[in-house]
C-alpha cells in the first residue's frame, strides 16, 4: 500500500522534478503526478464502481499505456470520461504497491522530462 510520502520520495529522487503544490509534482514545467480527487461528474460517470480513498492522476507515455495498465490491473488503475483522449490514468493509491508506484512515477516523468534529461538519467541507471 503506497502513501503520499511515497509518491513525494520517489518523485523528488527524480532529476530536476519538484512539488509545485501540495501533491502535484512536475519535471521542470510538465505534470507527472498529482493528487486527483473525484468530481462531482467522476462520480456520476463511474457509478457505484467509484473508488474510495486518495485517487493519484499519473501522466503515461500514451493512451495504449493506459488502456494496458487498466485492462490489466483495474483494482489499482481507471479513469473518467474527463480523460478521455489524454495519456493520463488514475490510480487507487492505496491499492498500489510501492515498486509499482516506483516504476510508474519514473515511466511519468520520462514521458515528460526533456530528452535530453531523461537520456542521461537513463544512461546513469544502467
Not at 457509478?47 to 499519473?58: E, H, K, R, T, V
Amino acid at each position: 500500500m503506497a502513501t503520499w510520502s511515497d509518491v513525494g520520495r520517489i518523485a523528488a529522487a527524480l532529476p530536476e522534478t519538484s512539488e509545485t503544490s501540495p501533491r502535484s509534482w512536475r519535471v521542470r514545467k510538465k505534470l507527472i503526478v498529482w493528487e486527483r480527487p473525484l468530481r462531482k461528474a467522476d462520480y456520476a460517470a463511474l457509478g457505484a464502481d467509484a473508488p474510495s480513498g486518495d485517487i493519484l492522476g499519473a501522466r503515461v507515455a500514451d493512451e495504449g499505456v493506459k488502456f494496458a495498465l487498466i485492462s490489466d490491473n483495474p483494482d489499482v488503475y481507471f479513469t473518467t470520461p474527463h480523460f478521455d483522449g489524454y495519456p493520463m490514468v488514475l490510480v487507487r493509491l492505496a491499492a498500489i504497491g510501492v515498486d509499482e508506484l516506483t516504476e510508474l512515477v519514473t515511466d511519468a516523468w520520462l514521458a515528460q522530462a526533456p530528452k535530453t534529461l531523461a537520456k542521461a538519467f537513463l544512461a546513469e541507471e544502467r
